[in-house]
């Protein structure tokens, strides 16, 4: 999809809408962050809606924190979704620990033969690292957990209310979407490859035997979203790293243009660089994260993550005065907004 594409789409659609009354898509997403954002991704507002502050806590693998989390996400797509959504808990042992993913699915108006199916997934892990005591893990990854919760609400209720919407999914054959949650990306002691990534290697497994794994057309992975910046700015970018999401890449660089063009702040807030292409012309794992075991079945991974790092990562500092209301909520605006376009085609 191209951005002409796009601007052609919303000049009819505004045409239309003069003449025939009809609701243009941008103004009715514009409507729904409006209503939603101040209060779900809020650093200061704490109230049974807010979806970010419930995640400022230790959450360890096993642990009663963990289970307390699973429980606030999981009742999330129990309580605050219209249509139904599909709950699967993945459970598992591993050195002496008890990991949990969280997996959700929604299926537009059950579209397709199983076998036909192909998903658009969503992903962050929920875990915090075990050897640094009390370690939040803010960026790392509370608020892409946040960010993913107010994604599958905002595509839920468009689902829901847009009969156009699902009509197109239905006709075009689109597809349908997977949030995970994976638990033990991070290390129990040191990174390698056994002590990492756990919830992930087991999900990757599972999917490869009942061929899940061949229905993920796109997996998209959060990682380290929602810090201040402490970087210059030409420093601070989340890069393309990958050939076969490229144009996906692309895609969203154009939401992220459009949105900050809107805003006026273009020069000083985007962050994905299309034209960019060191490490894609190397194409390979550069950053090892919850998409190795994924990116190895040959699934297209969007690895979004900023690098450099943020300052805080790995340390005792990672806490929610490290993060930025407004990045969280630009990044929640821009990937909703990507994923309805994704899913309609
Ligand atoms: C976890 O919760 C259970 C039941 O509430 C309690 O018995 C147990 O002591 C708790 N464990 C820790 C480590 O706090
Ligand atoms: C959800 O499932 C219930 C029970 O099966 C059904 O009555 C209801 O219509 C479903 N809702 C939607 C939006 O599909
Ligand atoms: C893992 O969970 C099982 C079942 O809930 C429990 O019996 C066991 O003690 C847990 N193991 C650890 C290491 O927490
Ligand atoms: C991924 O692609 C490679 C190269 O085409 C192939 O050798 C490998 O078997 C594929 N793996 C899976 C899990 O499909
Ligand atoms: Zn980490």
Redo the contacts with the bound molecule.
């Keep these: 999809m191209t951005l002409y594409k796009r601007n052609a789409c919303a000049l009819v659609f505004l045409i239309l809408s003069i003449f025939f009354n009809v609701t243009i898509v941008q103004g009715k997403f514009t409507e729904y962050h409006n209503k939603h954002l101040s209060r779900e991704l809020s650093l200061s507002k704490d109230g049974k809606d807010n979806l970010l502050l419930p995640f400022d806590v230790t959450r360890t693998p096993g642990s009663n924190n963990s289970l307390m989390i699973q429980n606030f996400i999981t009742q999330h797509f129990q309580t605050n979704m219209?249509?139904?959504w599909t709950i699967e808990y993945d459970n598992f042992q591993e050195n002496d620990y008890n990991f949990t993913n969280l997996i959700f699915t929604l299926d537009p108006?059950e579209i397709r033969q199983d076998k036909d199916k192909k998903y658009i997934l969503f992903a962050a892990h929920y875990d915090t690292l075990v050897n640094i005591d009390g370690f939040i893990g803010a960026v790392d990854s509370a608020a892409s957990c946040s960010i993913l919760l107010y994604l599958s609400q905002f595509l839920d209720e468009i689902i829901?209310e847009d009969q156009y919407l699902i009509d197109k999914i239905v006709e075009d054959n689109e597809y349908g979407i997977k949030i995970v949650f994976f638990d033990g990306e991070e290390a129990i002691d040191e990174w390698t490859e056994t002590d990492s990534i756990y919830g992930s290697r087991h999900l990757a497994k599972k999917w490869l035997k009942d061929e899940t794994m061949s229905q993920i057309e796109l997996f998209v992975l959060l990682d380290l979203i929602g810090g201040k910046r402490t970087k210059k700015i030409t420093e601070w970018k989340i890069k393309s790293y990958y050939k076969s999401s490229h144009k996906y890449y692309q895609l969203l660089s154009e939401i992220e243009d459009n949105y900050l063009e809107n805003e006026n702040t273009i020069f000083t807030k985007k962050e994905l660089f299309p034209t960019d292409v060191l490490y894609l012309m190397m194409n390979k794992v550069l950053i090892e994260d919850d998409h190795v075991p994924f990116y190895n079945a040959n699934v297209s991974i969007l690895h979004l993550i900023p690098f450099p790092f943020p300052e805080a990562w790995h340390t005792i500092d990672d806490k929610f005065d490290t993060l930025d209301e407004d990045e969280i909520q630009r990044w929640a605006i821009i990937l909703s907004e990507f994923a309805i376009e994704v899913i309609s085609g």
Excluded: A, P
Aim: hydrophobic fraction near 0%; glycine fraction near 0%.
């Design positions: 219209k249509n139904n108006k829901y």
